[in-house]
């Protein structure tokens, strides 16, 4: 069969394995994978260099589908190359229980490597994974010596992702980065939802991209297989710019009454359409899932390519071990997510300290000590790094001139920030963080949402935690953003209490790796406990643990508290001993890790006998029944804040030991205990 015949045999099957399976499962997008499947093809035959066998293979070129609606295209590829990915799954499309849910997974299907769907999140994870690769190559590739990281991230994007403000964001750190291994096929099919982009998206995209610093180029036909693998050949040889190819397609491609408008993107074709199609590209009309025994074939060459390349890669390991056996080891070590033995020997401890410091402040002691023990830990902020304290003082700074560098500067962009953590963790190899004002949480709900969905362990640091931060007032004091993240499933969330709290927090936000961390740090100074008088530090890894207990353990409240508000509940407890009521002071810096501790545990912490309890959290009340209970009072702020020096505020909301204990005795007047 001529080369011309098979490849127009591969492209149609990806084209009828999408929409058979939309078909089938009565839901999805066959508009994308029906236009963009050459694309796909040559860029998956032609130049991803992966190993279906192994696809995790550390040096592979990383694939993201960003549009991810489209997810059957990707499906697809990763049965026709050989991953283990049956037939049976394709059919089973977006049903319980399946491996091919409606958009990828990365946790869920091998081969996917980032979970995409919200658009402009793919974009914006394959800077990351550029960043992570441009670092890891500067740091490990020698001179006379093979090169270890050598790998490119591609992506096919759409009109969508180029639409969501997050994608621009990180086009332009991209741009700015000069990161030459970043190529993106944009699949200009000029459709969305509502019809035309025409309706809402009418720049020159191509010369916003040039604008930003990036290499583009267009393709004017879609079915040009040739033309696509050009532009492709010219993107790799663009070392200095990130690449957009600009591909138009025609969505639903063959489809003859449906093609080519918005009734081809989100919902199947329908019966008499899809054998309409069929009979349009000459495929077999009564067949679902049809593949010809000489795709089967042709595709299947990816697996012994594949094999060959990841085989050559640990030939040119171990020849670099040879000759750098400490780099190599290093390496070996991050490609296992492994921290490296003895880190935790570094955290800092902080003597007692009536004065004390911002938890802010203690982190980046906290973060600057095990930057020296963890040489991969890397990060930076939103522009803020002077105010989160979140610069690497050794470090160094990560750029064009410098990918060795360890502070990021992702400039004021928070949305893409996020997504961009997201895709320098999922890539492997550095552990990264990222930092801002926790206000601006609402800024990257949607990357710290995907990663607490695919159990990525991103860091992200968020500072000026609450109306503590005081005069620049409530657009910037956050009260409901640390109740909001608490619901995310898969979050661990910590508001350490002092400084020993905080390298605590540190210590379990590197040792999650099956998700995403948040640290919520105080802008103002806070007491450094004595942790001879108080309970140790280490308690944080509880979630909740008894700090101080009432003399002789004859607590008749509890009073509930984390962070900068522990120190309240502790000046409480002083105030309720001088009229002889015993108070439990507990501080609770994580509700996730307490809710995960055995209910005997919980129940020693905060036993059902007590009912009277009070909580102590400078944010909204909401959800604080769950552990002050029906009899308990909840201390909070659930309206905004005000601009004005903080211990102004605390006193003006009533957050003060003073009105602690007088709830306290409201509270065991009540009860009959006073």
């Known amino acids: ?148 990281i050598d790998h490119y991230t591609y992506a096919l994007v759409t009109d969508g992702d180029l639409m969501e403000g997050v994608a621009s964001e990180a086009a332009s750190l991209a741009g700015h980065l000069a990161l030459g291994k970043l190529i993106y096929l944009y699949d200009d099919n000029e459709i969305s939802i509502e019809g035309s982009t025409g309706l809402a998206f009418g720049e020159d995209r191509l010369a916003r991209f040039a604008a930003y610093g990036w290499h583009v180029a267009s393709v004017p036909d879609g079915n040009d297989l040739p033309a696509i693998g050009a532009a492709l050949r010219a993107a790799r040889a663009e070392q200095m710019r990130p690449s957009l190819i600009a591909v138009r397609t025609t969505i639903g491609f063959g489809a003859p009454n449906k093609q080519g408008t918005a009734a081809a993107h989100g919902e199947p074709l329908g019966e008499d359409e899809l054998r309409a199609a069929k009979r349009n590209l000459g495929w077999p009309e009564d067949e679902r899932f049809h593949v010809p025994e000489a795709v089967r074939t042709h595709m299947a060459a990816a697996r012994d390519a594949g094999a060959r390349l990841s085989k050559q890669w640990q030939l040119d390991v171990e020849q670099y071990a040879g000759k750098h056996a400490g780099a190599a080891a290093e390496l070996q070590r991050r490609i296992a997510n492994a921290l490296p033995t003895g880190w935790e020997s570094s955290l800092p401890v902080f003597a007692p300290d009536a004065k004390g410091q911002a938890t802010r402040s203690a982190s980046g002691s906290v973060l600057n000590a095990l930057a020296a023990a963890i040489p991969e830990l890397s990060g930076g902020s939103a522009d803020l790094a002077p105010s989160t304290k979140t610069l690497l003082k050794d470090g ?57 969905l695919s159990g990525t362990p991103a860091i992200f640091v968020f500072t000026h935690d609450s109306i503590g931060l005081g005069e620049d007032g409530p657009t910037h004091q956050p009260v409901e953003q640390l109740a909001g993240m608490r619901t995310v499933p898969n979050l661990l969330c910590l508001r350490p209490c002092d400084a020993n709290e905080t390298s605590e927090a540190w210590r379990a936000a590197l040792q999650n790796s099956h998700g995403p961390s948040c640290l919520l740090l105080t802008r103002q100074d806070v007491p450094v406990l004595d942790r001879t008088k108080h309970a140790a530090a280490s308690g944080l890894h509880k979630g909740a643990y008894v700090l101080c207990d009432a003399p002789g353990s004859t607590a008749q409240i509890i009073l509930i508290a984390s962070g900068s508000e522990v120190h309240i509940a502790l000046q409480a407890q002083t105030r309720l001993a001088a009229q002889g009521v015993g108070a439990r002071v ?74 602690v204990v007088e709830n306290a005795n409201k509270l065991l007047a009540g009860t009959g205990r006073v």
């Open 1 to 148: 069969m001529a080369r011309a015949d098979i490849d127009q045999l591969c492209v149609n099957t990806l084209r009828f394995l999408a929409a058979d399976a939309v078909q089938q499962a009565k839901s999805g997008h066959p508009g994308l994978p029906m236009g963009a499947a050459p694309l796909a093809y040559v860029l998956w035959t032609q130049f991803l260099r992966h190993d279906p066998a192994q696809p995790r293979w550390f040096n592979r070129d990383r694939f993201i589908l960003s549009g991810g609606h489209g997810s059957m295209l990707l499906y697809g590829l990763l049965h026709l190359t050989g991953y283990d990915l049956a037939l049976d799954a394709l059919r089973n499309f977006r049903q319980w229980g399946s491996q091919t849910p409606g958009h990828p997974e990365a946790h869920l299907t091998p081969g996917v490597e980032a979970t995409t769907g919200p658009l402009g999140q793919g974009f914006a994870n394959g800077v990351g994974m550029a960043i992570a690769e441009a670092q890891l190559a500067a740091r490990f590739n020698r001179p006379a010596a093979p090169a270890v």
């Open 396 to 452: 160094a700074d990560f750029g064009a001139g410098n990918y060795a560098g360890r502070n990021f500067h992702f400039g004021v962009r928070e949305h893409a920030m996020g997504a961009v953590l997201n895709g320098i963790a999922l890539h492997g190899g550095v552990r990264a963080y990222g930092a801002t004002f926790l206000v601006f949480y609402d800024y990257m709900r949607p990357p710290i949402r995907l990663a607490a």
């Open 586 to 659: 507990v501080s609770m810096p994580s509700w996730d890790l307490f809710s995960r501790q055995p209910r005997s545990y919980r129940d020693e912490v905060l036993p059902p006998a007590i009912s009277a309890r009070i909580s102590i959290e400078a944010g909204v009340t909401f959800g604080w029944e769950r552990w002050v209970g029906g009899a308990g009072i909840a201390m909070g702020i659930d309206h905004f804040g005000a601009s004005a020096p903080y211990q102004t505020l605390y006193e003006k909301f009533g957050l003060t030991p003073e009105r």
